[in-house]
C-alpha cells in the first residue's frame, strides 16, 4: 500500500490488510477495526474499548433523560430536548467517529500520525460526560447562595443560643360557673404584687354542639407584666387546661403599661364526659406570661456540646491508648526485617500485614457501623471502631520504622557484651521511640478528627448532636458543635506540633 | 595470644568470604589487616567477637576457643573485646554519656540498664574515659550533633569502657578526613602502646599501615595473600602495595606533614 520508507533501510512495515477507504469505513461501522486492520493493533483495540465505554455512558445518560420513552429515536429527541447538554456530547462524538475514520484511513496509509487529536478527543469527551454525571450546575452556587445564607450565618455566629435566661410562667385566673345559678360566684379578690383576673359575669353557658354561641365574659387581667403576650387558657372542671381560640387562632392579649388588660371572650365549646357533664361546674379562664427573669445562664445545648466534646476528646484518647497498646506486638508481627527467619515467621508476616490492610481499608465509620450492631449505641462503640483502625494504621507505620532501624548501634551494642535485653533497650528502642512517639500523636489527632464524626452513625460523641441538630434546622445549636469541633482540632493540632517537635 | 586456625564463613546465599585463613596475634602486637572492599576484612573481624558465626575453624584467645561459647561465657568473652566501626554505630538519638556508658552493659546486671542505671563507677570512668578523649565538653550532646571524627572518639570511648585487652577496628578511619584518621589511628596507638592492648585494624591507606603496623596481612578473596613484619612492609612500595591490594589502592597524601589531599575513599 506505501512505498513511503521504500529507500529506507529502516525496517519495513508490514502493508495493511485493507485499502485505506475501505479501513476508514470499517472505522466508522466498528471504530477501531479499520486500525486494527491496518496493522496498528493496539491503537485500534484503545479506540474500540475508549469509544465503546463512551457511547456506553452517553447511552446510559440518554436513558437518564428520557426515562418514561420506549424506541431509540424517542428517548433521543426527547433526551436532547430536555437535556441541551446532551447536544453539545452529540456533536464531539460524531467529530470523533470522523476523527477515528480519519486515522484509520492514515494507519492503513502507513503515515504515522501522532494520536494527539485523537486523545485530545477522547479526553473532552469524558469531560462532558463526567461534567453531566456529576450534575455539576456551577449557576446554582450563584442562585441559591442566598438561601445558604441565614443558615450559614447563624453556624458562624451561634452563640445567643448558648446562654438562656430562666423562664417562668405567670398566670392569673378566674372561676366560672356553668351553668348560672342563683348562687352567685363571688369576683376574684383583687390581690397585690401578684397579676389576677376579673370576670364580668362570673358565670354562664358554654357553646352548644350545634353552634349556638355561649355566654359572652368580659374578662379584664391586672398586675401582668406590660408588654409581654399573655394566652389566654381555660381549665375545664377535669382540670384540662387548654387555650382559648378564636376562628382557629389562639387568642393573645398584649396588657398595656400599667399590666392590665380588658378582652371580651365567648365561652367555648367543649366535649365532657357524660359523667361530668351534668350539673354545677366550675371553669376557671386565666391568662398566662412566659417572663425571662433571673441572670443569663448557659444554654441547653451548650452544656451539651461540652459534655459531648469532652466525651469525643476522651473517645479518641481511649481509640489512640487501646491502638497503642496493640499495635505494638502487632507492628513486631508484620515488620519484615524481624520476620524473614523461617517460612513459619514469614507466612505470619504476610498473615498480619493482610489483616492489617483489610481492617485499614474500611473507614471508622463503616467500622462504627458494625460495632454500633455489636455493642449498642454510644461511645463505646465509636471507641471500637477508632480502635481497630488505628490498630491497623499504628501497626503499619510501626512496623516500617522497626524495619528501618540502624542495623550498625545494635550490632555495636551486641559486641559490648550486652545481653539480648540490653541491646533492645540500648540499640532498638532508641532508635524506634521517636518514630513511635511521632506516628502515636498523628493517630490521636485523627482519632479526635475522626470521633467527632463518628456520632454521626451512633458511635458516641459530638457527631451525633451536630448531626440531630442538622437536621431540625437548629442551625445555632449546630454552629456551637462545629466551633467546638473546630477548637477541639486546632488545639489538638497545636499540642501535638509542639510534642512531636520535643521527640524528632 | 590470639590464634586463628583454619577460619571459614560462608554465608547462606554461598558466598565464601572467608576462607581458611589462619595467624595468629601476639599480646601487644598492632595487626593490620588490608585488603579491597569485600575481600572479607569486615567479616574475620566479626567472626573474632561472633557477632558472625564462622562456619568451621578455631579462635583461640587466651587458651580458649571463642567459636565454642555460648551464652554468657560468649558475653563475658565479648566484654573484654573493645570493637570500632567503620560508620561509628552509635545510637544518634541517644547523648554521648549514654553512648559511652553502654559500653559498661557487659558488666551491668540486666534489670539495672532496663531502668537506665549505671554505677558511680561507671560514671567517673565515663567521665575519664571523654576527658582522655579530649571530648568531656560534648557529654550531654546528641550522639549525632556530633563530627565525624567526635563521633568516631565516642565509638573508642564506649569500647575502652569495657576494659578490653583488645580492640577490634573495622576500617576505623574510612569515613574520616586525613587529618582525622591519622588522629584517631593515633590514639589506638597509645592504647596499644601505653595500655598494652592488642589491636586488629582493617586499614585501606598504605602509609596509614607503614606509620601504625607491627603485623601486616593481607587478604584477597577471603584468603590471606600477604603476610608482612613492620621492617617488610616499611619497605613496601606503592607499585608492591597495589600487586597485593589491587589497583584502588590510595595514600592518604604525606599525613599531618604533607599538604593534604582530598580522597576518594572518605566519602566511602
Avoid at chain 1, 6 to 25: C, G, M, R, T, Y
Avoid at chain 1, 406 to 418: F, K, L, M, S, V
Avoid at chain 2, 13 to 40: K, M, P, Q, Y
Wanted: with cysteine.
Amino acid at each position: 500500500m506505501s512505498n513511503l520508507n521504500d529507500d529506507d533501510n529502516i525496517e519495513q512495515p508490514k502493508p495493511s490488510l485493507v485499502p485505506p477507504f475501505l479501513a476508514a469505513f470499517v472505522s466508522l461501522i466498528i471504530p477501531g477495526l479499520g486500525q486494527i486492520l491496518a496493522r496498528a493493533v493496539s491503537r485500534g483495540l484503545l479506540i474500540f474499548f475508549g469509544m465503546g465505554t463512551i457511547l456506553g455512558l452517553a447511552v446510559w445518560r440518554f436513558i437518564l433523560a428520557a426515562p418514561r420513552d420506549k424506541g431509540a429515536l424517542a428517548i433521543f429527541k426527547k433526551a436532547l430536548r430536555l437535556e441541551p447538554f446532551l447536544i453539545l456530547i452529540t456533536l464531539i462524538i460524531l467529530i470523533l467517529y470522523i476523527w477515528i475514520a480519519r486515522d484509520a484511513y492514515f494507519a492503513a496509509m502507513q503515515i504515522g500520525s501522532k494520536p494527539f487529536g485523537l486523545s485530545l478527543l477522547f479526553l473532552v469527551v469524558f469531560f462532558a460526560l463526567g461534567w453531566q454525571v456529576s450534575e455539576i450546575n456551577p449557576v446554582t452556587i450563584l442562585t441559591q447562595a442566598d438561601d445558604a445564607w441565614p443558615a450559614l450565618s447563624k453556624v458562624i455566629w451561634p452563640w445567643e443560643r448558648a446562654i438562656e435566661y430562666p423562664e417562668e410562667f405567670i398566670s392569673g385566673g378566674a372561676n366560672i360557673r356553668v351553668p348560672c345559678t342563683d348562687e352567685a360566684l363571688a369576683p376574684t379578690e383583687p390581690v397585690d404584687e401578684a397579676p389576677y383576673v376579673i370576670s364580668f359575669p362570673t358565670c354562664g353557658e358554654l357553646t352548644a354542639q350545634d353552634g349556638t354561641p355561649g355566654t359572652n365574659l368580659t374578662i379584664i387581667g391586672y398586675n401582668f407584666i406590660s408588654g409581654v403576650e399573655a394566652g389566654i387558657r381555660w381549665t375545664d372542671p377535669n382540670l384540662q387546661t387548654f387555650r382559648h381560640r378564636l376562628e382557629g387562632d389562639f387568642v393573645i392579649v398584649t396588657p398595656d403599661e400599667n399590666g392590665e388588660f380588658q378582652i371580651d371572650v365567648i365561652m367555648p365549646y367543649r366535649l365532657l364526659p357524660p359523667s361530668r357533664a351534668e350539673g354545677d361546674m366550675i371553669w376557671e379562664i386565666s391568662a398566662q406570661q412566659v417572663s425571662s427573669v433571673g441572670k443569663p445562664q448557659a444554654s441547653q445545648e451548650l452544656k451539651l456540646a461540652i459534655e459531648k466534646i469532652i466525651e469525643t476528646i476522651f473517645i479518641g484518647m481511649m481509640a489512640t491508648f487501646f491502638g497503642i497498646i496493640l499495635a505494638v506486638p502487632v507492628s513486631f508481627l508484620a515488620a519484615r526485617n524481624l520476620m524473614s527467619g523461617s517460612q513459619v515467621t514469614v507466612s505470619i508476616y504476610y498473615f498480619t500485614r493482610t489483616i492489617m490492610n483489610i481492617v485499614r481499608s474500611i473507614e471508622p465509620l463503616i467500622w462504627a457501623i458494625i460495632f454500633v450492631i455489636a455493642v449498642g449505641l454510644g461511645p463505646f462503640a465509636g471507641t471500637l471502631a477508632l480502635t481497630a483502625h488505628s490498630v491497623a494504621a499504628l501497626g503499619k507505620l510501626y512496623s516500617e520504622s522497626i524495619e528501618s532501624i540502624e542495623r550498625g548501634p545494635i550490632e555495636a551494642i551486641e559486641a559490648t557484651g550486652a545481653n539480648w535485653l540490653q541491646t533492645v533497650v540500648f540499640a532498638v528502642i532508641p532508635q524506634i521511640i521517636p518514630p513511635f512517639v511521632s506516628f502515636t500523636i498523628y493517630r490521636w489527632d485523627i482519632n479526635v478528627r475522626m470521633s467527632t464524626i463518628i456520632g454521626a452513625v451512633g458511635g458516641g460523641g459530638i457527631g451525633f448532636l451536630l448531626i440531630q441538630w442538622i437536621r431540625l434546622t437548629d442551625y445555632r445549636a449546630a454552629g456551637i458543635a462545629v466551633w467546638f469541633i473546630a477548637i477541639t482540632v486546632a488545639a489538638l493540632d497545636f499540642f501535638s506540633a509542639k510534642i512531636r517537635e520535643r521527640f524528632v | 595470644m590470639l590464634e586463628v586456625r583454619h577460619l571459614t564463613k560462608i554465608y547462606d546465599d554461598g558466598t565464601v568470604a572467608v576462607n581458611d585463613v589462619s595467624f595468629e596475634v601476639a599480646e601487644g602486637d598492632f595487626l593490620v589487616i588490608i585488603g579491597l572492599s569485600g575481600s572479607g576484612k569486615s567479616t574475620l573481624l566479626r567472626c573474632i567477637n561472633r557477632l558472625i558465626e564462622p562456619t568451621e575453624g578455631e579462635i583461640i584467645w587466651n587458651g580458649v576457643d571463642l567459636v565454642q561459647l555460648q551464652g554468657e561465657d560468649l558475653r563475658n568473652a565479648r566484654r573484654q573485646i573493645g570493637m570500632i566501626f567503620q560508620h561509628f554505630n552509635l545510637v544518634n538519638r541517644s547523648s554521648v554519656l549514654t553512648n559511652v556508658l553502654s559500653g559498661r552493659l557487659g558488666y551491668t546486671p540486666s534489670w539495672k540498664s532496663l531502668l537506665g542505671r549505671f554505677s558511680p563507677e561507671d560514671l567517673e570512668k565515663a567521665t575519664q574515659v571523654l576527658e582522655r578523649l579530649g571530648i568531656a565538653d560534648q557529654t550531654h550532646k546528641r550522639a549525632d550533633e556530633l563530627s565525624g571524627g567526635q563521633q568516631q572518639r565516642v565509638g573508642v570511648a564506649r569500647a575502652l569502657m569495657q576494659e578490653p585487652t583488645m580492640i577490634l577496628a573495622d576500617e576505623p578511619v574510612a569515613s574520616l578526613d586525613p587529618v582525622l584518621a591519622h588522629s584517631i589511628m593515633q590514639q589506638l596507638e597509645l592504647l596499644n602502646q601505653e595500655d598494652d592492648m592488642t589491636i586488629i585494624c582493617s586499614l585501606h591507606y598504605l602509609d596509614l599501615v607503614q606509620r601504625y603496623a607491627s603485623n601486616v596481612i593481607g587478604l584477597r578473596d577471603g584468603e590471606i595473600a600477604y603476610r608482612g613484619s613492620k621492617t617488610e612492609i616499611q619497605a613496601m612500595t606503592d607499585d608492591e602495595f597495589k600487586e597485593i591490594y589491587g589497583e584502588e589502592a590510595e595514600r592518604v597524601g604525606h599525613g599531618l606533614e604533607g599538604e593534604l589531599q582530598s580522597t576518594p575513599e572518605a566519602e566511602k
